[in-house]
């Protein structure tokens, strides 16, 4: 999709956040925090016309999984353009990714990206899909965000116990990359305990 497709659904849909596609600088820097020598289930929130979905597959294993829900349907279908076993794509709303996640039998998952502009998201609608995020994520999981502002750094803090932001000049507009996790599991000795 070109650069001037991409600015006639900004203009036409509230909810694509940029005007332009996502750098790769950009998608390599908020990447970099994805382990990718392991299978992950991996979602991703308005994903636009995928370059962060197709940067993520040539760097997922076989086994890992990618579902990608978008609301703008021109984006959805150019998500269709990619043909992949590993992809699942839903024209839907990330506040529903709990439902979707529920048809395949998936409880939680080890990263979260999202591009949706959570600035032109009400507070309650807000806060709901923040808090089903977090709830998703398996212990240790990761929330990575990209964003026009630094709005979503307190409205995170709600949710998560660990919250960083960092800007990113390299992408048109500038965005600030948010790292929100949830605490990992305990480490343990392997030594059973009983009462």
């Not at 996502?22 to 991703?44: G, H, L, P, Q, T």
């Not at 409205?155 to 948010?178: A, D, G, Q, T, W």
């Amino acid at each position: 999709m070109s650069t001037l497709t991409y600015l006639k659904n900004f203009i036409k849909d509230r909810n694509v956040a940029s005007v332009t596609p996502s750098s790769m600088a950009m998608v390599k820097r908020v990447c970099e925090k994805i382990d990718f020598s392991r299978d992950n289930v991996i979602v991703e929130y308005g994903p636009g016309n995928g370059v962060f979905t197709r940067y993520i597959l040539d760097h997922s294993t076989k086994g890992s999984r990618i579902i990608s829900i978008e609301l703008n349907a021109n984006f959805v279908k150019d998500l269709g353009l990619i043909k992949d076993d590993r992809l699942h794509i839903y024209h839907d709303s990330a506040e529903n990714v709990g439902q979707i996640l529920n048809k395949f039998g998936i409880a939680e998952v080890d990263y979260i990206l999202s591009g949706i502009p959570f600035s032109f998201i009400k507070k309650k609608q807000k806060d709901q899909i923040l808090g089903i995020t977090s709830s998703l994520l398996r212990p240790g999981g990761k929330f990575l965000a990209y964003q026009t502002s630094n709005h979503l750094k307190h409205p995170l803090e709600k949710h998560f116990p660990l919250v960083s932001m960092k800007y990113e000049i390299r992408n048109l507009p500038p965005m600030c990359l948010y790292e929100a996790s949830t605490m990992a599991a305990p480490a343990t000795n392997g030594i059973a305990h009983t009462s």
